[in-house]
């Protein structure tokens, strides 16, 4: 039996929160005269694996683009086969998020996807909502500009309120009306396939992080491109503004 290779070591901090744009899944399936709802459900398959190799490598939340606002506009038959997937991922994954204790939460407009889709994903946040460790965001129909939309509408409300000050400028108060005020801002932003745009993806939450980009088609990603992009990250040096002296600590 052939030995599997392990991937490489991880040098340094691993990112807290990691965020991925999977694409290229239309790809791998064209370049195997697939159709191209066998990449998306191959594409799954790494959704699975990626969710325990980043366990693994103790990243703490996990954040995937599986279904952008933009979407919808795809042919039907894509759109009804990524929900059928959707569906199948849900019911065969939550025993395995309680039994290895991943809270499950989504970003994104889920009222508007389908009624059974809707009721998974509630059963899913719901048992494994008292889960601390690691958490899987699943982002659908989402849109960073959606979700700033909502946030502001939000957040006007507040005020109209009297919960919120008007005078009170700070991001602080703000972001709390985004999707993700439990979460922290992703450090890392991967996006698979070659392409190298970020696609109405976590537009505020990503200001500081760092971006990998990785040729590897998404139903490829592996632990060990995981691992390389984690080790590109810690390649980095994260300045969040301030200059690199500033950052290092002087020796007097
Ligand atoms: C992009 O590939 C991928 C998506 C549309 C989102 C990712 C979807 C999955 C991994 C499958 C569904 C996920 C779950 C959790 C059920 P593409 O079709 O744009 O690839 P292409 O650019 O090569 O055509």
Same mark, same amino acid.
Do not use: C
């Given at each position: ?37 066998? $990449?998306? %459900?191959?594409? &799954? ?7 325990? *190799? #980043?366990?693994?490598? /103790?990243?703490?939340? =996990? ?79 989402? $849109?960073? %500009?959606?979700? &700033? ?7 006007? *409300? #507040?005020?109209?309120? /009297?919960?919120?000050? =008007? ?86």
């Amino acid at each position: 039996m052939a030995e599997s290779i392990p991937p490489p070591a991880v040098l340094g901090p691993v990112p807290a929160h990691i965020a991925i744009i999977m694409d290229g899944n239309g790809r791998w399936a064209k370049a195997r005269g697939l159709p191209r709802l066998e $990449g998306h %459900r191959r594409g &799954v398959e790494t959704v699975r694996t990626t969710t325990f *190799a #980043a366990r693994d490598l /103790g990243v703490k939340v =996990l954040t995937l683009y599986a279904f952008s606002v933009e979407n919808w506009k795809r042919p039907q038959d894509e759109v009804g086969g990524l929900m059928g997937l959707l569906e199948y991922y849900l019911k065969k994954e939550l025993a395995t998020f309680v039994r290895d204790r991943v809270r499950f939460r989504t970003i994104g407009r889920t009222a508007d996807l389908p009624a059974n889709i809707q009721k998974l994903l509630n059963d899913t946040t719901a048992a494994t909502q008292h889960f601390s460790d690691y958490t899987l965001v699943l982002a659908l129909n989402y $849109g960073a %500009r959606t979700e &700033v939309v909502d946030a502001a509408r939000a957040y006007a *409300a #507040a005020v109209a309120a /009297g919960r919120e000050n =008007l005078n009170d400028d700070s991001w602080s108060t703000f972001s709390r009306y985004l999707t993700t005020p439990d979460l922290p801002d992703p450090d890392l932003v991967i996006r698979t396939s070659g392409e190298t745009r970020i696609s109405n993806f976590l537009l505020m939450q990503a200001a500081y992080a760092e971006f990998v980009f990785t040729p590897t088609l998404w139903p490829d990603f592996s632990k060990a491109d995981l691992t390389a992009a984690i080790a590109d990250y810690n390649r980095r040096e994260r300045r969040f503004g301030l200059t690199s002296e500033q950052l290092k600590p002087t020796h007097r």
